[in-house]
């Protein structure tokens, strides 16, 4: 089973500041990667598919880099909407696996 | 629009199984498989496994191996989530989501409202 690690697990930022999440595989998944929005009370939301594709109607502020191991989820100007938890989840592999989240909240 | 509506929020003893069903509407149920993701209080996500609506066929994880079945009634467009031998760490939010494929790519969109489940004595 592929392992996702994700860092750091809360990150505590301003509104209108850029926020770079991190996200590991344990082995190669090549770019077979997504990335999800989660609130509470609402289902996950897709951002970024393909590791660096965003999803229709995702805002130009939000961009998705890496391949192999290594993957970044960045927001470049964080606005209210945007304070979530955000998984990252690998289909190169059975079972698929998500990692454990980052917890993006106001600083 | 495509829509996926889930069953309403269960209560259970331990040792007792629940059903939860997912609704595909606004799309042909069959040209698309659909998975089953929980979340525990307080935890991530956890995907549990998936069914080819097409064809009936099914992969589960190897946690749920045994305890968990996903079957699908074609003329409902409606896929259902069994879980037996509940114990109280089965208490979750558990999601339904329609897996998306496209040129390599593949993602879980959309995904149902979930349907909260709580195993208690």
């Known amino acids: 089973e592929i392992v996702m690690t994700q860092s750091p697990a809360t990150l505590s930022v301003s509104p209108g500041e850029r926020a770079s999440l991190s996200c590991r595989a344990s082995q190669s998944i090549g770019s077979n990667l997504v990335w999800y929005q989660h609130k509470p009370g609402q289902a996950p939301r897709l951002l970024i598919y393909g590791a660096s594709t965003r999803a229709t109607g995702i805002p130009a502020r939000f961009s998705g880099s890496g391949s192999g191991t290594e993957f970044t989820l960045a927001i470049s100007s964080l606005q209210s909407e945007d304070f979530a938890v955000y998984y990252c989840?690998?289909?190169?592999?059975?079972?698929?696996?998500f990692g454990p989240g980052t917890k993006v909240d106001i600083k | 629009q495509v829509q996926l509506v889930q069953s309403g929020a269960e209560v259970k003893k331990p040792g007792a199984s629940v059903r939860v069903s997912c609704k595909a509407s606004g799309y042909t149920f069959t040209n698309y498989a659909i998975h089953w993701v929980r979340q525990a209080p307080g935890q991530g996500l956890e995907w549990m496994g998936w069914i080819n609506a097409g064809n009936g066929n099914t992969k589960y994880s190897q946690k749920f191996q045994g305890r968990v079945a996903i079957t699908r009634d074609t003329p409902a467009s409606t896929v259902y989530m069994d879980l037996s031998s509940l114990r109280s760490e089965d208490t979750a939010l558990y999601y339904c989501?329609?897996?998306?494929?496209?040129?390599?790519?593949?993602?879980?969109?959309?995904w149902g409202q979930g349907t909260l489940v709580t195993v208690s004595s």
């Open positions: 989840q690998q289909y190169n592999n059975w079972p698929r696996t």
């Open positions: 989501a329609r897996d998306q494929f496209i040129a390599g790519t593949r993602w879980f969109d959309p």
